[in-house]
Structure formats: structure tokens, C-alpha cells
């Protein structure tokens, strides 16, 4: 009997001012990402424009890993049977169909609702975290000095707290 162990996530939801705002965020979290201080599952950066036009844009990091899962799966089945290319162009397409099906981030009803409530030249930052896995006082520092706000989250009460006491101040 198989079975499968999956890390609970926590959503964090932060609004900004400035379009750019919440971008840059996740650009300071996506480095803690890269040096495995904080596993990020999913974000989506949402920015309302002066004409009230909001602008969705889709974390990809994903992505990539199961398209190049998918050409390395494919390079072997090709060298194995015979055509490399056409299989990593195979697999590099199954990839991505995997990944799409796969889709276990943030819900796209609510993201969309928060996003269509934010005040014309903001932003705001969704974003999917595996729980367990972020340096707080790390992940805390990278956003203090854009001065969000909480939106929503899962995160229990005393993370919250921390979590608007810190951006705050």
C-alpha cells in the first residue's frame, strides 16, 4: 500500500502600495527560496493600476522543474529506444502537462476577489509556503521594509501577530 506524506502549507496574503510593490517582494523571498530558507509552493503577485486594471502574474519557478523532470525522463526513454531529441522534446512537453495538472496552489477564486478590491497603484502578494519551512526572522526582514499588510492567512494566531507586529513597525 503506497501512501503519500505532504507538508501542510500556510497562505500568506500581503497588500502593498505601489504596483511594484508586492514584486519586489517576492523577489526577495524567491532568493530565500533559492537558498532553501523558505519553500515556496506557489505566489502570484496581483497589481491594480491607476485606470483600476488588475494585473495578475504567476509565480513560474515551478514550472521548470517538472519540464526538466519531464526532458530527463524523456532523454532516457529516447536513448533507450532509439531517438533522443524526440524524446526530450516528448518529455519536455509531458512536463508541463503534468505540471498544469498538478495545479494544488492557491485558489484562483480567491486571489482573484482580493485582487479586484485593491486600491488603484497598489499590489498585493499571494503567496503558498510549505509550513515548517521558512526562516521567520529571514522571511520577516525581506518584506519589512516595503511596509505591507496582512491580508489574509492560515498562519496560526502568534505567527500572524509576529507577522503584523513585524511589518508594522
Same mark, same amino acid.
Given at each position: 500500500?503506497?501512501?503519500?506524506?505532504?507538508?501542510?502549507?500556510?497562505?500568506?496574503?500581503?497588500?502593498?502600495?505601489?504596483?511594484?510593490?508586492?514584486?519586489?517582494?517576492?523577489?526577495?523571498?524567491?532568493?530565500?527560496?533559492?537558498?532553501?530558507?523558505?519553500?515556496?509552493?506557489?505566489?502570484?503577485?496581483?497589481?491594480?493600476?491607476?485606470?483600476?486594471?488588475?494585473?495578475?502574474?504567476?509565480?513560474?519557478?515551478?514550472?521548470?522543474?517538472?519540464?526538466?523532470?519531464?526532458?530527463? #525522463?524523456?532523454? %532516457?526513454?529516447?536513448? +533507450?529506444?532509439? &531517438?533522443?531529441?524526440?524524446?526530450?522534446?516528448?518529455?519536455? @512537453?509531458?512536463? *508541463?502537462?503534468?505540471?498544469?495538472?498538478?495545479?494544488?496552489?492557491?485558489?484562483?477564486?480567491? #486571489?482573484?476577489? %482580493?485582487?479586484?478590491? +485593491?486600491?488603484? &497603484?497598489?499590489?498585493?502578494?499571494?503567496?503558498?509556503?510549505? @509550513?515548517?519551512? *521558512?526562516?521567520?526572522?529571514?522571511?520577516?526582514?525581506?518584506?519589512?521594509?516595503?511596509?505591507?499588510?496582512?491580508?489574509?492567512?492560515?498562519?496560526?494566531?502568534?505567527?500572524?501577530?509576529?507577522?503584523?507586529?513585524?511589518?508594522?513597525?
Amino acid at each position: 500500500q503506497w501512501s503519500v506524506h505532504t507538508m501542510p502549507n500556510n497562505l500568506v496574503v500581503l497588500a502593498f502600495d505601489g504596483i511594484d510593490t508586492a514584486a519586489q517582494a517576492l523577489q526577495s523571498l524567491e532568493a530565500l527560496h533559492e537558498e532553501d530558507k523558505l519553500v515556496l509552493k506557489d505566489a502570484v503577485v496581483a497589481s491594480m493600476s491607476e485606470n483600476t486594471v488588475a494585473q495578475l502574474t504567476q509565480w513560474r519557478s515551478k514550472t521548470g522543474k517538472y519540464v526538466k523532470g519531464g526532458a530527463g #525522463v524523456g532523454l %532516457i526513454a529516447g536513448l +533507450l529506444l532509439g &531517438g533522443p531529441i524526440v524524446g526530450i522534446v516528448g518529455g519536455a @512537453a509531458i512536463g *508541463a502537462m503534468v505540471r498544469h495538472l498538478k495545479d494544488f496552489g492557491l485558489d484562483d477564486d480567491m #486571489v482573484r476577489e %482580493i485582487s479586484e478590491g +485593491l486600491k488603484p &497603484g497598489s499590489s498585493a502578494l499571494f503567496l503558498l509556503v510549505e @509550513a515548517g519551512s *521558512a526562516d521567520v526572522d529571514q522571511a520577516i526582514h525581506a518584506v519589512r521594509d516595503l511596509h505591507g499588510r496582512v491580508v489574509k492567512t492560515s498562519l496560526n494566531e502568534e505567527q500572524e501577530k509576529t507577522l503584523r507586529t513585524a511589518l508594522e513597525e
